[in-house]
């Protein structure tokens, strides 16, 4: 998720949400349908491929309907363009991101990393209980650095590793890392979408983290509940096969328990609140370092050279940084596995976050991120009402302006005046916002969210076979409404003045 501390300099919850009283609900509504319309036929011909470019050019055809619709209502072609530049500018700090988890990806792979934790993964983990001990490592990692990003970048990669030898299918295993980590994402402190709902709602952090409980814990159980049944209900290779794997990646690697102290420094920095950019860049310079000292042969084989010197050190280590990079075993399942595309790899989703930052864009520069938003606002006569219109909202913009921030910030300010009119306090705008808003970016494959994981969790972009089992994601916005719809522990105004 995009929610590491400092992706971006920018203020955004100081971002101004323009309005245009000449737009009307079905004008903002025409370039959302027929960006629908567009993508299913386009995911129905590509598939899995469609986000490797197709549905690129998709979302700049959903942008070109929505600049003729402004162009009909008078919005200058210069503020559309102003609108995109500074959607594309926020995403600055999440494509640099993306380039390190590139880099650092390739440095761990040839150094051993990756399958150093595979390697030790396969003999602790039984497939029974493989998922849901994914949902529990990736929460207890994700509440320590406030990171689903980071978690995905580091052991999430190896735990879809873990399970694609176990005989799990990478969907199922994604799905349970992401479960995992969206839930300690949501609570931990260090987390911005944590801090930026409750600033948006004008509530405080801890009481938004403590009333969050109420509907996240019980989600989580359910999601834990769910992958305990699948556990055991898999039929996987497990064990039988094991032991070949464990012997490939003896043979080609130099398998050690102290090459752990890369990732948990990497871990270490992010807890202590030093910037993601820097401790992946640091992360994937020490890959690097440790793939010289520990893993010559590999280093000197992507390098091209016959024996290991400076030049060759120089170059192998770059061409893991950078491009495509493969170590071959005696195991084709491992060599499908070991595989990374460097930065040049990450290409194709930084486009793909581009081109959905032109949308969102131009659907804000006409008005129609506002004009949405407050239509669903004018549906809210209960509470009930109310509760259901934000997680509409939060849904809406996360599929129009494929940036979760803006899905917490537009409907933050848009909704904060009207839970104060009905006497409800803060806590229950701020905790809708991150059952609705956060967790659900993932779910979007042309959000930013949606087209990280995919890359960093499957290899390539428009891998989605995870959104099914992302039941943490699902399952949030459901459990928030039930809350609303029974009003169980909805907190009024008063008691915040007591």
């Known amino acids: 998720m995009q929610d590491e501390k400092n992706i971006s300099e920018i203020k ?8 245009n009283t000449e737009l009307n609900i079905w004008e903002a509504l025409i370039p959302v349908i027929a960006l629908v319309g567009m993508l299913a036929y386009n995911i129905y011909i590509y598939g899995d491929n469609a986000l490797s470019g197709s549905n690129q050019f998709i979302l700049l055809m959903g942008a070109a309907i929505a600049a003729i619709v402004g162009y009909k209502n008078k919005v200058p072609h210069k503020r559309m363009i102003a609108e995109v530049a500074e959607n594309v500018k926020s995403t600055t700090g999440a494509i640099l991101i993306l380039l390190m988890v590139g880099a650092l990806a390739g440095t761990w792979l040839i150094s051993g990393i990756i399958p150093t934790m595979i390697y030790y993964g396969l003999q602790i983990l039984n497939p029974t209980i493989f998922l849901a001990a994914c949902v529990i490592i990736c929460s207890i990692i994700s509440i320590a650095t406030g990171s689903s990003w980071t978690t995905s970048a580091t052991v ?4 879809v590793g873990i399970g694609e030898t176990l005989g799990i299918s990478m969907g199922m295993t994604a ?3 992401l479960s995992g980590a969206y839930f300690g994402d949501k609570l931990s402190p260090l987390s911005d979408t944590t801090n930026l709902a409750p600033a948006m709602a004008g509530g405080e952090l801890f009481a938004h983290i403590k009333y969050m409980t ?11 509940i769910i992958f305990v049944i699948i556990g055991l209900n898999l039929d996987t290779t497990g064990a039988p096969v094991i032991q070949d794997k464990l012997d490939a990646m003896d043979a080609v690697f130099n398998i050690s328990p102290w090459l752990f102290i890369i990732p948990a420094f990497v871990i270490f920095l992010i807890i202590k609140k030093k910037p993601p950019l820097i401790a992946l860049l640091l992360g994937a310079l020490l890959g690097g370092a440790a793939a010289i000292i520990a893993q010559p042969n590999i280093v000197a ?3 091209g050279a016959e024996s290991m010197n400076f030049h060759a050190a120089y170059k192998g280590v770059m061409n893991a940084l950078t491009v495509d990079t493969a170590v071959t075993t005696n195991s084709e399942e491992l060599n499908d596995l070991f595989t990374s595309g460097g930065m040049k790899g990450m290409l194709g989703t930084i486009w793909l976050i581009i081109c959905a930052m032109v949308f969102g864009g131009v659907m804000d520069a006409i008005g129609a991120l506002s004009r949405i938003t407050k239509s669903l606002l004018k549906m809210a006569h209960t509470t009930f009402g109310l509760f259901a219109s934000t997680v509409a909202s939060c849904l809406a913009l996360n599929l129009t302006a494929s940036d979760q921030y803006l899905a917490i910030v537009v409907p933050g300010k848009m909704f904060k005046q009207a839970y104060e009119d009905k006497g409800l306090a803060p806590e229950n705008l701020s905790r809708t916002l991150e059952d609705s808003g956060t967790v659900t970016s993932v779910l979007i494959p042309w959000n930013t969210c949606g087209a990280y994981h995919s890359k960093v969790l499957f290899g390539y972009a428009g ?3 995870y959104i099914p089992y992302a039941f943490f994601s699902i399952l949030s916005p459901v459990m928030t ?3 609303a719809a029974f009003s169980i522990k909805i907190k009024q105004l008063k008691e915040n003045n007591k």
Do not use: H, M
């Open 12 to 19: 955004i919850e100081n971002q101004k949400i323009i309005d």
């Open 156 to 159: 999430g990669i190896a735990l």
């Open 481 to 483: 409404l039930l809350f």
């Open 301 to 303: 084989n992507i390098a």
């Open 175 to 177: 799905g349970a890392v």
């Open 214 to 224: 109420l509907t996240t814990v019980p989600t989580i159980v359910i999601t834990l």
């Open 463 to 465: 891998a989605t076979a």
